[in-house]
């Protein structure tokens, strides 16, 4: 990968487009259910952006937090939140992002890489080797 490949991995470069906000940032009935467990306003968006942004960029960010506004209104809409500002106070405490961290994943099936590396290696290699053109 080149550095400016590196630099974009795993982080927000610009706003989702409309598709991206479709396709990563729509709500299911699933994830509304678990927003709803949440009782503050700056939790449930927290939550639900979470959600969305492990499901787009395939990890969860170091600080949840820091999302295109775009995403954030877009989430803070289909959960009725009026003012999306809110999702300032979720980074005030580390503890509740961990816990809902902890929680996607258990829900959701996440594992973080070191944990599951091979396995997908195993999977990669019987890829290749199911291809034409062998392990190229």
């Not at 487009?17 to 927003?35: C, G, K, T």
């Not at 952006?49 to 995403?71: C, H, I, K, N, Y």
């Not at 939140?81 to 979720?90: K, T």
């Not at 580390?94 to 829900?107: D, K, V």
Request: negative net charge.
């Amino acid at each position: 990968m080149s550095d400016a490949q590196v630099a974009r991995y795993g982080r927000f470069v610009g706003d989702p487009s409309a598709i991206e906000l479709e396709r990563f940032f729509r709500l299911d009935e699933r994830a509304l259910r678990l927003v709803a467990a949440k009782r503050r306003d700056h939790n449930r968006l927290g939550f639900a952006v979470q959600w969305d942004t492990v499901r787009m960029l395939g990890r969860f960010l170091p600080e949840p937090v820091e999302v295109p506004p775009s995403a954030v209104t877009f989430v803070a809409e289909q959960l009725g939140i009026a003012d999306c500002s809110c999702i300032g106070e979720y980074a005030d405490r580390l503890p509740t992002q961990h816990e809902h961290a902890r929680e996607l994943r258990r829900e959701c099936g996440f594992r973080e890489f070191d944990g599951a590396e091979e396995e997908l290696r195993a999977f990669v290699a019987a890829r290749v080797w199911a291809c034409e053109d062998g392990p190229r």
